[in-house]
């Protein structure tokens, strides 16, 4: 029932959302119609993939993925201490242990103090990778806006519209040959930010 309500909702946001771009782009060839222009242009761009394809862009994300790598590896490196610290619980809780009871108390204590210590830590990685992240996208929207505008301007686009990609919401479902300044925005971005 959730589920069929949420692709419901999602399909009504879609719908609304691709209302309001064909309601903009009306206005706005209303606008160039007033303004003396004959038509308007727009174009379309994936700003993931100027991103992912610009050279300052791949360098971020690279560091971005070996800060989450040694990151995991810090949390790998913990979940096998404890294991070991089970397994010598285990052990303990035999009847053929040499452990006292008040030994064996301390050990659990001890385990359930780093196990808890372990979940935050994870958390805690979690959030900062997130913020990472979301600081990362924040810096290259603002750097990929700015390389937009040069080639928008350059080649007389009035407006350029995020296309969205298979990875997050597909916003443009259609465009002709022409209109996809992704490539020309990676060449402008790496010009502008080496």
Same mark, same amino acid.
Request: glycine fraction near 6%; aromatic fraction near 4%.
């Given at each position: 029932m959730k589920k069929m309500c949420a692709n419901g909702l999602t399909k009504i946001v879609g719908v609304l959302f691709i209302s309001g771009i064909c309601i903009l782009g009306v206005s706005l060839e209303q606008h160039a119609l007033a303004a003396g222009k004959d038509s308007f242009r727009v174009g379309v761009l994936d700003p993931q993939t100027v991103i992912e394809k610009s050279k300052a862009g791949s360098r971020a994300l690279a560091a971005l993925?070996?800060? +989450?790598?040694? !990151?995991?590896?810090?949390?790998?490196n913990d979940q096998r201490e404890l294991e070991t610290l089970q397994e010598e619980l285990k052990a303990g809780e035999s009847r053929d242990s040499k452990l006292s009871e008040e030994d064996q108390k301390r050990k659990q204590e001890r385990f359930a103090q780093k196990y808890q210590a372990w979940q935050k830590q994870g958390q805690d990685f979690q959030n900062e990778l997130g913020q990472k992240q979301k600081d990362l996208v924040q810096e290259y929207m603002k750097k990929i806006e700015e390389a937009t505008?040069?080639? +928008? +301007? !350059?080649?007389?686009?009035?407006?350029?519209?995020?296309?969205?990609?298979e990875n997050t919401l597909k916003i443009v479902l259609y465009n002709r040959d022409g209109l996809d300044l992704t490539n020309e925005v990676v060449k402008e971005f790496d010009r502008r930010f080496k």
């Open positions: 993925k070996e800060h +989450a790598q040694a !990151r995991e590896t810090v949390m790998k505008a040069a080639v +928008a +301007a !350059r080649h007389g686009f009035d407006v350029v519209i995020d296309k969205g990609s």
